[in-house]
């Protein structure tokens, strides 16, 4: 099954499971559609779905090819760089490019300067938190579908490495976010007052993220 869109043809992926009782879209980073059912969900029906959800699918590709455009290359603390391959260094930052060994493991060098840079910022932000909160246990890995993790029984707060690669507000943002679970371990507008408490962008810096 396929989809022609603006004059484009992009691939439908469906999948029928057991345990999905309703009917999910999304657009993966290839811009394959991907639709998650159940086993009794017939063609006919999932065609009907998608065309009905036009306008909405085109929002989901647009969104995920401005992902795909903000992951794409060398970054570093919201910078994007020309990657140069070089042997006489292990990286070396000019004003528009980097140069970076062939051998160089990019991320271990990305934890090595997030393990310093995450770490000052979350002192920072404890130190002039709103509201008095145990210090946290900081952990640093990568990733998929959160830029942050609080446990809320261990006090351990555990960023995403890939902030490392984007401006340090949303790197403060996150880090402002987890301290306040550590409060309210929820999303209750409690929660969502205390984060603006301590930081009154976030909303600005959360629609942005999503662009990542």
Request: net charge positive; glycine share 2%.
């Amino acid at each position: 099954m396929k989809l022609q869109l603006d004059g484009k043809i992009y691939p439908i992926e469906i999948e029928k499971k057991k345990t999905t009782k309703n009917t999910y879209i999304r657009v993966k980073k290839d811009l394959t559609i991907y639709v998650t059912t159940n086993l009794f969900t017939t063609t006919n029906q999932i065609s009907k779905l998608i065309e009905e959800n036009t306008d909405k699918i085109r929002k989901m590709i647009d969104s995920q090819q401005t992902k795909n455009k903000n992951n794409t290359g060398f970054y570093y603390l919201g910078k994007k760089y020309d990657v140069v391959n070089v042997d006489y260094c292990d990286i070396s930052f000019g004003d528009k490019k980097v140069f970076i060994n062939k051998k160089l493991d990019i991320d271990k060098w990305y934890k090595k300067q997030a393990e310093v840079l995450f770490k000052e910022h979350l002192d920072k932000i404890y130190h002039r938190f709103s509201k008095r909160i145990p210090y946290p246990t900081l952990k640093i890995r990568k990733m998929k579908s959160r830029w942050g993790v609080c446990n809320v029984k261990t006090k351990t707060v555990t960023l995403n490495l890939e902030l490392i690669k984007r401006d340090e507000k949303y790197l403060d943002y996150v880090i402002v976010h987890e301290l306040s679970h550590l409060i309210h371990a929820n999303h209750s507008p409690r929660f969502w007052t205390l984060v603006e408490e301590n930081m009154k962008d976030y909303k600005k810096y959360r629609k942005e993220m999503k662009e990542f």
